[in-house]
């Protein structure tokens, strides 16, 4: 099974990396042609405007919405789950591709960053979460569940075949996230 990573920002290669540690066969994707080629794609962590701006030139957009409209697997961490959400309440959403609503860097500045061990429904093992100006989660639409929390807040939602976590597991060799996406490949 071939996955990609969106590669144009942020933390692809730590994302690389974990997918090939949790068995997979991981592409870095950066065209629609390089999209083509993918059974499910990860879109990281980074600058989600600078995510948004880089994927509206390389037409990566519409051919993204395509692809989970017609059921491609989805996983998007921190900025990933911006990019992903239906609204953004300090931007404009980008993908739309889950309804709920974001608000960037909400968990305060780099400064306030923090690892968190969450324990996250359907995988058996706590997950740990690195939480770097993490986006929190306002408003769930229906259908979204949430399958972790932290302190209250939601933290990793899934919706069919869309699943978002606020924080990024990538970055302390955390496979579960992954793997546990990896079965829905």
């Known amino acids: 099974m071939k996955v990609g990573v969106l590669a144009l920002q942020g933390d692809f290669r730590e ?48 051919p993204i919405r395509d692809r989970v409209h017609a059921g491609m697997p989805v996983l998007g ?18 993908l739309g591709l889950l309804d709920v609503s974001v608000r960037r860097n909400a968990y305060g500045p780099q400064v306030e960053s923090f690892e968190a061990d969450l324990r996250v429904r359907g995988i058996e093992h706590p997950v740990r979460g690195v939480f770097i100006r993490a986006p929190w989660v306002e408003r769930i639409g229906p259908g979204v569940e949430v399958l972790a929390e932290h302190e209250g807040r939601p933290v990793v939602l ?20 992954h793997a546990y996406w990896l079965e829905k490949v």
Do not use: Q, Y
């Open 158 to 177: 899934e919706h069919e075949h869309v699943l978002v976590a606020s924080f990024h597991p990538e970055l302390v060799g955390e496979t579960g996230l």
């Open 15 to 62: 994302h690389v990396r974990t997918l090939a540690d949790a068995g997979a066969t991981p592409l870095e994707v950066r065209t629609p042609a390089d999209l083509a080629e993918v059974d499910g794609l990860v879109i990281p962590g980074g600058e989600s405007t600078t995510i948004g701006k880089l994927a509206v030139s390389a037409g990566l957009v519409a």
């Open 77 to 94: 961490t921190c900025a990933g789950m911006i990019v992903l959400a239906a609204e953004v309440l300090d931007g404009e959403p980008l």
